[in-house]
């Protein structure tokens, strides 16, 4: 109480001017920091949407790449004929040149499947190759882990047409 009395009306003024300040600052720099925090995280959405578009661009051509490179091998003559000596040669081959794949098999009507390394599977229960067989056209399956690689894996199923194109004869 004692100190309020010795304040003097100039000093009194002077705090409350500076009060006053103080609060208007606070205010300002309140408001610049939720303006700041705002335009910075839509800059940040803003980029993070760019990036995702620009992967998912990448990663549907890199499937369209896989795409065509199955098309190809499903129409060599020793493919559509199960040469499975000579489908090994090729399997192997596109292998050593994209790392990047899980494996290749090659599958007859019945779901009996010879993978790149010459293991013999039956995947004819697998969605994949039903679909495949079934429609006639391309199928990718859901994610999944392989018994073979414990990776999580999508399987791209590629109808195998007979000679004259009408009739499936397998799955690649």
């Not at 019945?110 to 391309?138: C, K, M, P, Q, W």
């Amino acid at each position: 109480l004692n100190l309020k009395k010795n304040l003097s009306i100039k000093t009194k003024f002077t705090l409350s001017i500076c009060l006053v300040f103080l609060v208007i600052i606070a205010g300002i720099s309140t408001f610049l920091f939720h303006s700041s925090s705002d335009v910075i995280s839509s800059s940040i959405s803003r980029e993070a949407q760019l990036v995702a578009e620009y992967n998912a661009d990448t990663i549907s051509e890199w499937f369209r790449s896989i795409e065509n490179e199955m098309f190809l091998l499903s129409e060599v003559p020793a493919v559509k004929a199960f040469e499975m000596d000579k489908v090994k040669v090729l399997m192997n081959t596109l292998i050593s040149k994209r790392p990047d794949y899980g494996g290749i098999l090659v599958a007859d009507r019945t779901g009996t499947a010879t993978t790149v390394e010459g293991h013999v599977i039956d995947i004819g229960s697998r969605d994949y190759f039903i679909n495949a067989i079934s429609t006639g056209g391309l199928v990718y399956s859901d994610p999944m882990v392989t018994q073979a690689t414990d990776l999580a894996t999508i399987m791209l199923a590629r109808p195998i047409f007979d000679d004259s194109g009408r009739q499936v004869v397998g799955v690649l």
